[in-house]
């Protein structure tokens, strides 16, 4: 039961984020699974993705209803993300942990000094 309850919040959590954010999913669903569950990373990194499906399906409906998504934006950033995402797929597994984790901590690092110095 615990492990739902854990299982549970770390999914709504993520969820409030990443529909007041726009972003969160894998940023925050990676590093609970691997930290806080003990989720090896390649299946942490695989698992994020399924999980952000639904949510973000149901969070681009609800943008829509708010008509605050940009449609022509979205079809030509989706079209490079999905040739990137299975690129990224496919290279997943030939990574090493560690060098996936630091690929994913300089990303976070990033975008995180990006966003506080803009």
Same mark, same amino acid.
């Given at each position: 039961?615990?492990?739902?309850?854990?299982?549970?919040?770390?999914?709504?959590?993520? &969820?409030?984020?990443?529909?007041?954010?726009?972003?969160?999913?894998?940023?925050?669903?990676? !590093?609970?699974?691997?930290?806080? +569950?003990?989720?090896?990373? $390649? /299946?942490? $990194?695989?698992?994020?993705? %399924?999980?952000?499906? !639904? +949510?973000?399906? @149901?969070?681009?409906?609800?943008?829509?209803?708010?008509?605050?998504?940009?449609? !022509?934006?979205?079809?030509? @950033?989706?079209? &490079?993300?999905?040739?990137?995402?299975?690129?990224?797929?496919?290279?997943?597994? /030939? +990574?090493?942990? !560690?060098?996936? #984790?630091?690929?994913?901590?300089?990303?976070?690092?990033?975008?995180?000094? #990006?966003?506080?110095? %803009?």
């Amino acid at each position: 039961m615990a492990d739902k309850l854990k299982l549970f919040f770390i999914g709504f959590i993520t &969820g409030i984020i990443n529909g007041l954010l726009g972003a969160g999913g894998g940023t925050l669903i990676v !590093p609970a699974m691997v930290f806080l +569950l003990g989720i090896e990373d $390649h /299946k942490a $990194h695989a698992t994020a993705i %399924s999980i952000i499906l !639904p +949510l973000t399906i @149901v969070s681009s409906f609800i943008y829509l209803q708010n008509k605050i998504i940009d449609i !022509p934006l979205t079809i030509n @950033v989706a079209v &490079g993300s999905t040739i990137g995402g299975i690129i990224g797929a496919y290279f997943l597994n /030939k +990574l090493s942990i !560690p060098i996936l #984790r630091k690929i994913f901590g300089i990303i976070m690092i990033v975008a995180s000094v #990006r966003m506080l110095v %803009s």
